[in-house]
């Protein structure tokens, strides 16, 4: 029997996480080729609790400096995957 009840709250708790990366990986689909850049490398390391400005931060400055994301086109990137990377948290 309480197997059955740990099993069933593990089960309703774990909902609402798929449930925001299902949102957050459906807002992915929309972003610039940049923006989905820094939100694929982003992603692990985002979930609840997390500092999502300082991990988005990181993840940016790391794309900037290997090239992949030129210097201009970072923050307005970055900004456009904090949004589709807020609905993961939740």
Do not use: H, W, Y
């Amino acid at each position: 029997m309480r197997l059955t009840i740990a099993l069933g709250l593990l089960a309703l708790s774990a909902a609402p996480a798929l449930a925001g990366q299902a949102e957050a990986q459906s807002c992915a689909a929309g972003l610039d080729p940049n923006a989905a850049l820094i939100f694929n490398a982003t992603l692990p390391q985002v979930g609840p609790g997390a500092d999502l400005k300082g991990v988005l931060t990181a993840s940016t400055k790391s794309l900037v400096k290997a090239g992949q994301v030129s210097r201009g086109d970072a923050r307005p990137a970055a900004e456009a995957a904090a949004a589709c990377l807020k609905l993961a948290m939740q």
